[in-house]
């Protein structure tokens, strides 16, 4: 690429080229420009535009008739755009410049007043809270989705036995319902996050103009409240130049996107042959090229995978801000492309998890068989031993451990181990102890509160739909 100049360039850029005799090298046309990915924003640009107009008017700053004839031109321009009949342009850099550009050969040289007392530093500050407010509450409403698609399979699989991991080895039985439910509350805590984040973000940077405010009587409660801000921010060259929200934004979205991958990754495992306590159906896995039996879970896979672009996003956002000096940098146009990936990825990965959620069968009788494997109900039969036998939990623990190895050596379960031998270990132990060696008992009685018992298990998920629908009673 030569840094030359193109034929057809306008000498200089109409909006700020006045002191410029000639026009940006075409590179640094391209460098420069930002439409190509803010032109996204363009929705809220006009909205703020709109905003500002409209006060300057009140304020007597502009005529009624020119805030009529820009707004009247600003709704055309809106036209356009929804009607995919505008013509974004890289020589108007981004996608304030487009939109004035527009406006001018829309209504003449009168639309050079609506950016009176304001810059696009303040101007794109402020279109980037409000597309990040409208998306923070997709994402809350997708995250809502999962959680509910997560309640009604907890309900239905409230009862149902499975292997609790740690380490990825067999522990102690759980209820499906309870392993589905702790990503509810994971789910939960994620939204909190979006929500204190929103709740920062939503202040108006706008009337912060350039970075020292302005001489024009302006009045930044009226465009802040127009555009649903709770107040304007209150020092100009925070302002228009901390993304610290976005920021936040991208740190709250990859840690939602962290906890989408371990439950992908739980999806995985237990869709492949050795575990097989899921499937997926056609609707949710793909097929190989050569392998005709393969039925992959690809979406938990991609799910898993885009991780790596919501942290990507984070690390990016962190580094173009970090050091750069008050007030507004060109840095900061880079903002934009992490905030707009990550969104986008976490929205796609939100959907494929409820899809997925809604979708996978549990095979109920090979779950509760894994769940007898691994000597899954040794803590029970330890409990055991101090509750019936009065030991001590540390001789418990040792003795059940003696009883482990008798079992493995036998090649039995230790529901399967003959009295005899446990008694030749443990004398104290009576038939008794049969009753909490059964999965299926062992997760009965786990009642303590969060505990996987499945009537703690129904009251949770009840508890969980109760809160959904007050939310959604209280969104109406
Ligand atoms: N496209 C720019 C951005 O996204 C708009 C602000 C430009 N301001 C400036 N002084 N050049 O940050």
């Not at 500002?52 to 031109?73: R, T």
């Not at 039969?381 to 493995?408: M, Q, S």
Request: hydrophobic share 45%; glycine share 6%; proline share 4%.
């Amino acid at each position: 690429m030569t840094a030359t100049k193109e034929p057809g360039d306008e000498p200089t850029n109409r909006q700020w080229g006045g002191r410029f005799a000639g026009g940006p090298a075409a590179i640094m046309r391209r460098i420069n420009a930002s439409i190509d990915f803010d032109k996204r924003l363009w929705a809220e640009d006009i909205r703020g535009s709109l905003a500002h107009c409209a006060m300057l008017v009140a304020q007597n700053i502009l005529s009624p008739q020119d805030g009529a004839a820009i707004a009247a031109g600003l709704e055309q321009i809106r036209g356009e755009i929804e009607r995919g009949e505008f013509a974004f342009s890289e020589a108007h850099e981004d996608i304030h410049m487009n939109i004035e550009a527009r406006l001018a050969e829309l209504i003449g040289p009168v639309a050079g007043r609506l950016h009176t007392a304001r810059s696009r530093n303040d101007q794109v500050a402020t279109d980037l809270r409000l597309w990040l407010r409208a998306a923070i509450d997709r994402l809350d409403a997708a995250m809502r989705e999962l959680q509910s698609a997560l309640v009604d399979r907890a309900e239905a699989e409230a009862a149902t036995v499975m292997p609790g991991f740690t380490h990825l080895q067999i522990a102690q039985p759980v209820t499906l319902g309870h392993h589905l439910l702790a990503y509810f509350e994971m789910l939960r805590r994620d939204r909190g996050r979006l929500a204190d984040c929103r709740r920062r973000l939503n202040e108006s940077p706008l009337g912060a103009a350039a970075l020292a405010g302005t001489s024009f009587p302006i009045d930044r409660d009226t465009t802040a409240a127009a555009l649903g801000f709770e107040r304007p921010m209150a020092n100009s060259l925070d302002a228009v130049s901390d993304r610290d929200f976005a920021v936040e934004f991208l740190a709250a979205a990859a840690l939602a996107g962290a906890h989408l991958s371990r439950l992908a990754e739980e999806i995985v495992i237990w869709c492949s042959d050795a575990f097989a306590f899921i499937a997926l159906s056609d609707a949710f896995t793909t097929g190989s090229s050569i392998m005709p039996q393969k039925r992959n879970p690809d979406a938990a896979e991609l799910i898993r995978a885009k991780t790596g672009r919501l942290n990507g996003a984070l690390l990016a956002l962190l580094t173009v801000f970090k050091g750069l000096p008050l007030a507004y940098s060109k840095d900061l146009q880079e903002d934009k492309i992490p905030v707009f990936e990550a969104a986008d990825a976490l929205e796609l990965c939100l959907a494929a998890m409820t899809g997925m959620v809604r979708d996978l069968r549990p095979d109920r009788d090979r779950l509760r068989a894994a769940a007898g494997r691994g000597f899954a109900t040794a803590t029970d039969l330890a409990d055991w031993l101090v509750r019936a036998a009065g030991l001590p939990f540390r001789r418990a623990h040792r003795v059940t451990g003696a009883i482990v190895k008798r079992a493995e050596t036998l090649g039995v379960s230790l529901a399967e181990l003959p009295l005899a031998e446990l008694q030749a270990i443990e004398p104290a132990a009576t038939a008794a102890v049969y009753e909490v060696l059964d999965p299926a008992r062992s997760v009965d009685s786990r009642t303590s509160y969060g505990g996987t018992a499945p009537a703690r298990v129904r009251a949770a998920a009840a508890a969980a739909r109760q809160s959904l629908a007050r939310e959604r009673q209280g969104a109406v």
